[in-house]
């Protein structure tokens, strides 16, 4: 079985405490390969954490440009969620996407149109 690859915008607080742990239980579904924060220090301790093969990028946008990426994880500050799940989805990316999923009703309810829109 091929395994889903995945990127993760934000190496912060969530994705260490969440996505990472997630990521190594289901490793035999799930394969990182590709992260990105503003922060250069936290895509190298998540290449010593899964290995070399996993691209890091300095900006989101590039990470979803990414043709080997099938899923996003996001999991960087609320306030970013609503515009890079749109440009996920948009991208045709599957996405996940931490809570809140966004700040307020409205764009969530964009964001499942949208998404709705990618899917058909």
Same mark, same amino acid.
């Given at each position: 079985? =091929?395994? %889903?690859? $995945?990127?993760?915008? *934000?190496? *912060?607080? @969530?994705?260490? *405490?969440?996505?990472?742990?997630?990521?190594?239980?289901?490793?035999?579904?799930? #394969?990182?390969? @590709?992260?990105? &924060?503003?922060?250069?220090?936290?895509? %190298?301790?998540?290449?010593?954490?899964?290995?070399? #093969? $996993?691209?890091?990028?300095?900006?989101? #946008?590039?990470?979803? @440009? &990414?043709?080997?990426?099938?899923? $996003?994880?996001?999991?960087?500050?609320? !306030?970013? /969620?609503?515009? #890079?799940?749109?440009? +996920?989805?948009?991208? *045709? !990316? /599957?996405?996940?996407?931490? =809570?809140?999923? +966004?700040?307020?009703? @409205?764009?969530? =309810? =964009?964001?499942?149109?949208?998404?709705?829109?990618?899917?058909?």
């Amino acid at each position: 079985m =091929k395994k %889903i690859t $995945v990127g993760l915008i *934000g190496v *912060g607080r @969530a994705a260490w *405490g969440m996505q990472c742990p997630e990521l190594e239980d289901r490793s035999e579904l799930f #394969q990182l390969s @590709a992260c990105t &924060d503003p922060i250069p220090d936290r895509n %190298i301790e998540i290449q010593k954490r899964f290995g070399q #093969q $996993v691209k890091t990028y300095e900006n989101y #946008q590039n990470l979803i @440009a &990414d043709p080997a990426v099938e899923l $996003v994880s996001i999991a960087s500050p609320s !306030k970013f /969620h609503f515009e #890079q799940a749109k440009a +996920c989805l948009r991208a *045709g !990316k /599957h996405v996940f996407l931490e =809570k809140p999923m +966004c700040l307020n009703l @409205a764009n969530a =309810k =964009k964001l499942a149109a949208l998404e709705k829109e990618s899917a058909g």
